[in-house]
Each structure stands twice: as C-alpha cells, then as structure tokens.
C-alpha cells in the first residue's frame, strides 16, 4: 500500500511539471500568409493597416467587402484602392470599371501572389519564383528612391517577379538584383494602377524590420495623397460568409431575440422538469391478499388432517348447490331423470354426467374415503366446470 501511494505521488508530480511546462511554453508561431486586416502573426497586415494614416496624412479609411465593380460603379467612390490578397480574380465588369475609376484620377494599387481573370490575361501578368538564388535583394529604378545597398528579406518574401507583362504600358518601378520586375506603374488617362507579386513585403514581419519599414513606404509613396482609402477585404475573403441555417434568424433583430427567448424559456423548463422527477419516490408496500392466505391456512388445515370424508361432502354439496343456483335443477334425487337433465342443461356429455352423478351417489354415503377417491371426484368436478355451459 505504501509502494502505491508512492507511485502515485510521483505520477501526480510528474503530471504536474508537465501541466507547468505546457502551460508557460511559448506559442507557436503562426506563418500563414492571411493578410488580414487584424491579424498580428508574421504574414498579417495589422501594423500596415494602423500605419496608413502616416503613410497618408488626413486620409479616412474605408474597407470594402464588395466586388470591385459595385465599389467603383459609384461615382462618390474617389481615392485610392489598395488590394492585398492571396490570390485576385477579377472579372470583365470588375476590369471595366477598374479601367473607369483610374482614368477619372484614382489611384489602384494591388499586390497579389496568384494573379487570376480578366485583369491578368488583358495585361498579359505572369509570376515565377527565384527559387534556385536564395533570397533575393530588391530596389527601387527611381534615383531618387535607391538606399546605400539593396534590401535583403529573409523567408523568401521578395523571391517573386513578373515574368510577363504589356511591356508597352507598364513603367518598371522595382527590380531584384537579377533584373526582374516586380513593381509595375501602368497609366490609365488620369490615374495608375501599381502593381506589385511581393505581398509579403508589406505584412507585419517585413514592417517591424528598419529596411521592410522603408521599403513599404517608398513603394507606397508612388501613390498621390488622398481623402480617402479604400481596403479591398473582397478580394482576400476577409469576411467569410455565414452559411450557418441561423443567419436567417441572427440576421434579424426580432428573430433573434425571440430565438434567445425560446432558448432561456426552453432551459427553464428543462431545470424545472429534472427538479421534479429527481424527487425520491417512497416505496409502498404492495397490499396483501387476504383471501390467498385464508385459502393456504385452511388448504394447510385440512391436508394435515387427512379428513377426506369431510372434504369430499364439502365439495359434493358446494357442487349441489352450484348446480340448484345456475341451472335450477332438484338436487334432492340424484337419479336418471336428474342425469339426462344435467346432461341436457349444462351441456356436457351424458357420459360425462352419468359418471359424475354415479361418483357423488358412491361417496355420499361413505364414511371412509381413499385418496384417490377423493382425486377422481375432484377430477370430474373441475372437468363439468370446464365443459358446462
């Protein structure tokens, strides 16, 4: 027993250290390239998001999480539109009003890794990686824009380029030290669509680093002050649709508070029902047959004192007077007329009663009965009750 309790304590404490340990363990870092709008993991774009009223001084900020053409169909929609997605696919009305919106002065600018649709085939963009060269330096074509050295990213997030685009209408911004493009300007009348394959340079894990920082912000300053901003979250499915059967229900302010109210009610009813049927239910006693007990006492009397003459008149009278009640017959002859009577009215065989009239004139008269006397009268006794009718 104290082996035991031993080896449990050691079990608990080591169960404990355990729990301690899990418990101040650091989280895991989170690498996927979400680019949402709140989040803080490395691929996130919260510190971009907070910084843009910096990037553009008095700017207000408007995110949007409608398809591009019902956004820039209304004319009040001017500014600047910036996309930061995973993957972009827009189509033939979104390209149109696209085309619309920047040559009325707007401003685009859209970062993207998978370049999709109507947009991508009409200005011809195609993406590879510089996989084979490890990561890969960047900088800006503008004099004016060129830092002391290039700026070197960890984790591959400027490894991306153009391979293919109109050269004829895009002006190359920025280069990798391998001479591929991967900042585009390409003019629409009055405004400019920028486009840039690094999203990753623009995510809180490049941001928080001095040289990330100012690479965002010069890649940002192509583009003209503005009133106001508008965050693309369509693109990036930001806010994912509810295909929940309740969003009927949460998606009305009436609904759902009788939803809720059904539910409280529902939830009180079932607290009510378990307080009642958990009361302790007393055990009563089943009522006692009487009359069993007054059979099995005197059936007892009787077998212990062998008195088979008394029996046998007992049963031959308690049968007369059966017969005089039911049938209304005289039992005071026990003859052939009162056989083929009996025979007659009760419905039993004439044999049957023939032989049952001969067994009680026999025992009616003797003092001393045998057992098996007294089972064969009891024997036609039960079987005229079982055939009469």
């Not at 404990?16 to 690498?31: S, T």
């Not at 059936?299 to 049963?315: A, F, L």
Request: hydrophobic residues 40%; contains cysteine.
């Amino acid at each position: 027993m104290k082996d035991f309790k031993l080896l449990m304590l050691v079990c608990f404490g080591g169960l404990l250290v355990y729990a301690i340990a899990q418990y101040n363990r650091p989280p895991r870092v989170n690498w996927k390239p979400s680019l949402y709008y709140k989040d803080k993991i490395p691929f996130g774009t919260a510190v971009l998001h907070q910084q843009l009223s910096q990037v553009f001084p008095g700017a207000s900020v408007v995110r949007t999480n409608s398809p591009l053409s019902k956004i820039l169909h209304n004319s009040q929609t001017a500014g600047t539109y910036l996309v930061f997605a995973n993957t972009t696919e827009f189509n033939k009305y979104d390209y149109n009003e696209l085309v619309k919106y920047l040559k009325a002065g707007n401003n685009v600018f859209i970062t993207t890794f998978v370049w999709n649709g109507f947009l991508a085939d009409t200005l011809k963009l195609r993406t590879r990686s510089e996989f084979r060269n490890g990561n890969v330096d960047l900088r800006f074509t503008s004099p004016h824009l060129q830092p002391a050295k290039l700026y070197h990213f960890q984790h591959d997030i400027s490894n991306q380029y153009f391979s293919k685009f109109d050269t004829a209408k895009a002006v190359v911004l920025g280069q990798n030290r391998l001479g591929h493009s991967n900042y585009l300007q390409l003019k629409f009348g009055k405004g400019s669509l920028y486009l840039c394959a690094n999203p990753h340079l623009f995510t809180n894990y490049s941001l928080l680093s001095p040289q990330g920082a100012e690479y965002a912000a010069k890649a940002l300053s192509y583009l003209p002050v503005t009133n106001k901003i508008y965050w693309d979250q369509f693109q990036n499915k930001d806010i994912a649709e509810d295909e929940s059967p309740l969003r009927v229900i949460f998606g009305n302010d009436s609904l759902r508070y009788a939803y809720y109210i059904a539910l409280f009610t529902t939830l009180i009813f079932i607290i009510y029902q378990m307080k009642r049927r958990q009361r302790v239910i007393p055990v009563i006693e089943p009522l006692q047959n009487a009359t069993l007990d007054f059979v099995n006492v005197v059936g007892q009397v009787y077998y212990e004192q062998r008195n088979n003459s008394d029996i046998t008149h007992k049963k031959i009278t308690y049968l007369l007077e059966h017969i005089r009640t039911v049938y209304n017959l005289k039992t005071n002859i026990l003859n052939k007329e009162f056989t083929d009577a009996l025979a007659q009215k009760t419905g039993i065989s004439p044999e049957r009663a023939t032989e049952l009239v001969m067994m009680i004139n026999y025992l009616h008269n003797h003092t001393k009965i045998a057992d098996n006397e007294l089972i064969k009268l009891n024997q036609l006794i039960e079987e005229f009750y079982a055939e009469s009718r």
